[in-house]
């Protein structure tokens, strides 16, 4: 079946530092993809969305490239803030589908 | 236009309790997904149903776990017999269409401890 991996936090970054959190998938169709953030005692909030192959999702500075040959969807901020700590999933969903596959979530700290 | 309303936030239950979690769906969504995450995991699909109808609840527990969306109110979770195990975070999202790629938004969550 279809599933999402991503690389094991917690990830810990000074402020400013280059963040890359991986994520590779497999699926039997073309999904799209997704990362979401979940900020302390929040929910999840869409952070950035790629629907085919080679698009680029981008929000808030952060973006991730759809690559269908690596079947990779990596998030990457040049320079993270402080405020950017929180927990990131990477997320699938088939085309018009509704279960959406979820990453096990990768927690990011910025220190100041 | 309020988001998608989750209550309680927090939910303290004794084992064999009944725990009733509520979702209100954003306005003019009809699409209500339950999902459930365990601690340090990601979340895991439940429940999808659009008003009155129950469209996949292939991840549901078979036993104590049941899911409504009448006509008028909120979606409803319903957990029998509480047991430690199903401590977690229930989250909610909605959509105006079938499918979470359409604009789905997720509600803040209910965390339910059973003791």
């Known amino acids: 079946g279809d599933s999402v991996t991503q690389m094991e936090g917690p990830v810990t970054l000074s402020e400013e530092a280059f963040l890359t959190i991986n994520c590779t998938y497999t699926a039997t169709g073309y999904p799209s993809l997704f990362w979401y953030v979940q900020y302390p005692g929040e929910g999840l909030q869409l952070l950035l969305k790629?629907?085919?192959?080679?698009d680029k999702g981008s929000n808030k500075g952060f973006e991730a490239t759809y690559r269908k040959e690596t079947t990779s969807f990596h998030l990457e901020k040049g320079s993270v803030q402080v405020s950017d700590s929180a927990v990131y999933f990477c997320?699938?969903?088939?085309?018009?589908?509704?279960?959406?596959?979820f990453g096990a979530g990768t927690r990011l700290f910025v220190k100041a | 236009n309020a988001g998608v309303m989750q209550n309680p936030r927090h939910l303290v239950r004794r084992r064999g309790q009944e725990a009733r979690l509520r979702c209100s769906p954003m306005?003019?969504?009809?699409?209500v997904y339950w999902y459930r995450q365990l601690p340090e995991e990601g979340l895991k699909f439940m429940v999808y149903l659009q008003k009155e109808n129950i469209i996949d609840e292939s991840g549901m527990p078979k036993e104590r776990f049941s899911a409504e969306f009448p006509k008028e109110g909120p979606s409803i979770l319903r957990i029998q017999q509480v047991v430690r195990g199903d401590s977690a975070a229930y989250f909610c999202?909605?959509?105006?269409?079938?499918?979470?790629?359409?604009?789905?938004?997720f509600g803040q969550g209910t965390r339910l401890t059973v003791v």
């Open positions: 306005k003019g969504h009809s699409h």
């Open positions: 997320a699938l969903s088939e085309s018009g589908g509704f279960k959406t596959i």
């Open positions: 790629a629907t085919k192959a080679d």
């Open positions: 999202a909605s959509s105006p269409r079938q499918g979470l790629d359409t604009e789905a938004f």
